[in-house]
């Protein structure tokens, strides 16, 4: 592997391993609701039978802002808004202790959180071997690394040349 690659590849690791960090700020419940695209499949599936219809994807909407609309007067104040942002920050906090405190302490310390960011860049480092591994041998060749990168690549928008990254691939 060329040095130009080995660089790329180490630019683009922590760019992959953040990814779902920054799926997951977005996500919480409120009020038990997720929000906005994080929606998770319970939440639209309102009469509980496994399958979501077009009227219940619509209805989540409207449940999530009757649920956020403590008072019922069919507008959220400050207050409520507050409120329900404090409950999504509370959900992601119990998640976070739950994921990280090994100890059970209720609290995390620097190596937990370290130990937490190593497994969850461990795990992303397997999953993107995984991916670049076409033939599922537990090796990844030149060639299968040019087909991933080509398509980490066509994701962002294509090869745009020197605009876009250095072009690594071509050799």
Request: hydrophobic share 35%; proline share 2%.
């Given at each position: 592997m060329s040095m130009m690659k080995a660089g790329a590849l180490a630019l683009m690791i922590p760019m992959a391993l953040a990814a779902p960090a920054l799926?997951?700020?977005g996500q919480?419940?409120?009020q038990g609701r997720g929000m906005g695209p994080q929606m998770i499949f319970s939440e639209m599936d309102l009469d509980g039978d496994g399958a979501v219809t077009l009227d219940e994807m619509q209805g989540a909407r409207a449940g999530r802002?009757?649920?956020?609309?403590?008072?019922g007067d069919g507008v959220l104040t400050r207050d409520e808004l507050v409120a329900g942002a404090m409950a999504?920050?509370?959900?992601?906090?119990?998640?976070?202790l739950e994921r990280a405190d090994?100890?059970?302490d209720g609290a995390l310390s620097a190596?937990?959180?370290?130990?937490?960011?190593?497994?969850?860049?461990?795990?992303?480092?397997?999953?993107?071997f995984q991916r670049a591994d076409a033939d599922g041998d537990g090796r990844v060749t030149e060639a299968e690394f040019d087909a991933a990168m080509a398509r980490v690549m066509e994701?962002?928008?294509?090869d745009h040349g020197e605009r876009r990254g250095p072009g690594f691939w071509r050799g």
């Open positions: 799926a997951q700020q919480g419940p409120g802002f009757a649920a956020a609309d403590t008072d999504r920050a509370e959900a992601g906090i119990d998640r976070l090994s100890d059970g190596a937990e959180l370290d130990a937490m960011r190593d497994a969850r860049r461990q795990a992303g480092l397997e999953r993107m994701r962002r928008g294509g």
